[in-house]
């Protein structure tokens, strides 16, 4: 009988999965669904689930209006290049805490994090005089800048853990060998570090892509990513479900492609040194 | 040539001294063993000589040139570590390359050099594995395949049996020992095994709370200890320590006899005890006598001794046997 239970069981949790996995997706399927549909029937009561005139007069629109292209090399920047630079302190920074720690790393850790905490709202009036003084305002490398260090706590954290789990002793023996630093980094932590990295990597571009205050905040038109190409369509002058839809689904396909094909490597990533 | 020699080296890790002054010379092809119980200092007195760690204090000379500032890589020593410390994502081939790659030397002398030290070391066969495939023996192997192979001035051995079992470790134990044989190269060994010291050593180096306690071949630290301690730390069973009136009567705060320098007669001796668990080991029996005053003795006796827990038994250490140590712990001769 105890195997007729746990047969039981596991179905209810497998159903029970795909209801919440169905309940997190949902609001990006209707939007999805929201996209193919005219202005009219966006907002009809009761919503149309799927049997409506399916349309993609929204997309060609959109496209007319705003150009998507531009507002897409934007978030691909911004995301990637605030990214490149946080790695670029991240892994030394580390690299650092992981292999030659000092009395205070678990604080100064504690402290980075911290950061996090507070609402960036806080900090938007000094940064918008800040940029507005030194022409930073629309510009990518403000952006960059402030997406970089906003990140930074993030990242640092991830490749400290993963650089934890290696173990000193094979870097000393890299050292033993004859590998100066930088050929013990290359041919030896690189190699062993390369899934978290990778995995930081794609992190980090997802969250800069999807951070929508301070790319609002801090752009108008010329360095304006993808948020605000959706921010472009709620206006308080009527109601563009459809189009805001479009524009929604179009800002979110390229991330929602770039997630699916690597989401093996960020569980991976997220999980690391959780099962060994 | 491998001469290692320590003068006045210290190390301190802020305000904890871990090695206070240690002095050692180490002779050219000599195999010394550094032993102690563990936090002893015997591992970073290793690390120290290798240059994982900075010295606060002295000079590390090796083959006549101070090396105390040098980075590891140009000492031209080789180190064996607990955990093999394998690189994960290379071949056998390419972690005992490694070395060779990292100085530059020509593909052709690096394969050959490969596989002759994989033919010395039994591991020809497993040349293109990652080290996950290998077992425990096999990966210690390898780890010292990697360090033969640059032909280092000096190896060095930190605990590397430790996580092997009792019978690898015994097997492992004559390849180390047949290895430093047929290179005659200099080795430094250590481990908190005293069998393992005894053993293997040339020279034994026996420390304690970061001082060197005693420098001697095994037999003269079994035979001449310095100390209560080197006395206590090398031999086993322990060597029985007694104090109060038996050691007076021989001018002594303390005096010790190894359980192997005790005479056992069921008739008469100089102490009186009753035996408290035997221990049968076929070729020896290790008895526990509680002997009144002078507390809880280890004697042994050569194969089944007649005599069993409970039994009155009378105790006689052997004249010249008797080792005499005073207020200090030091030994008086």
Known sequence: MARAVSVRRRTIATAAAWLIGFLIFFPILWTIITSFKTELEAFSTPPKFLFFEWTTENYGIVQERSNYLRFVSNSLILSIGSTLVALLFAIPAAWAMAFAPAKRTKDLLMWMLSTKMMPPVGALIPVYLIFRDMGLLDSRGGLIAVLFLMNLPIIVWMLYTYFKEIPGEILEAARMDGASLWKELVYVLAPMAVPGIASTLLLNVILAWNEAFWTLNLTTSAAAPLTAFIASYSSPEGLFWAKLSAASTMAIAPILVLGWFAQKQLVRGLTFGAVK | ?333
């Not at chain 2, 020699?5 to 890790?13: A, C, G, H, S, T």
């Open chain 2, 1 to 333: 040539m491998g001469t290692i020699v320590l003068k006045d080296v210290q190390k301190r890790f802020g305000d904890v001294t871990i090695i206070p002054n240690a002095n050692l010379a180490i002779e050219n092809g000599e195999f010394v063993v550094f032993v102690g119980p563990s936090g002893c200092g015997k591992s970073t007195l290793l690390r120290l000589i290798a240059g994982l760690e900075d010295v606060s204090a002295g000079e590390i000379i090796i083959d006549g040139s101070n090396a105390a500032q040098l980075p590891p890589a140009k000492r031209g020593l080789s180190m064996v570590f607990q955990s093999y410390a394998l690189y994960p994502h290379m071949s056998v081939r390419n972690n005992i390359a490694f070395g060779l790659k990292m100085a530059g030397q020509p593909k052709a002398e690096i394969d050959a050099k490969v596989a002759k030290a994989a033919q010395v070391l039994n591991l020809a066969d497993y040349l293109d594995r990652k080290p996950r495939q290998l077992s425990g023996g096999q990966r210690q192997r390898v780890a010292i395949g990697r360090a033969i192979v640059r032909q280092p001035k000096a190896f060095l051995f930190d605990e590397p049996l430790s996580n092997l079992d009792a019978a690898l470790r015994v097997n492992m134990r004559i390849e180390i020992m047949q290895l430093h044989k047929s290179l005659g190269a200099t080795m430094i060994y250590v481990t908190h095994d005293q069998v393992e010291a005894m053993t293997m050593a040339d020279r034994i180096v026996v420390l304690n709370k970061g001082n060197i306690e005693q420098v001697g071949s095994p037999l003269e630290l079994y035979n001449r200890p310095d100390s209560l301690f080197v006395a206590g730390f090398i031999g086993s069973p322990k060597m029985n320590f007694l104090t109060g009136e038996a050691a007076t009567k021989h001018q002594a705060h303390t005096i010790g006899v190894r359980p192997e320098h005790i005479a056992l007669s069921d008739r008469a001796g100089e102490w009186e005890g009753t035996i408290a668990l035997a221990e049968h080991l076929g070729a020896d029996t290790f008895l526990h006598i509680d002997a009144g005053r002078h507390g809880r003795l280890t004697v042994r006796a050569a194969g089944e001794y007649h005599l069993g827990p409970g039994s009155k038994i009378w105790l006689t250490p052997e004249k010249g046997r008797i080792h005499r140590f005073d207020d200090k712990g030091r030994a008086i001769r």
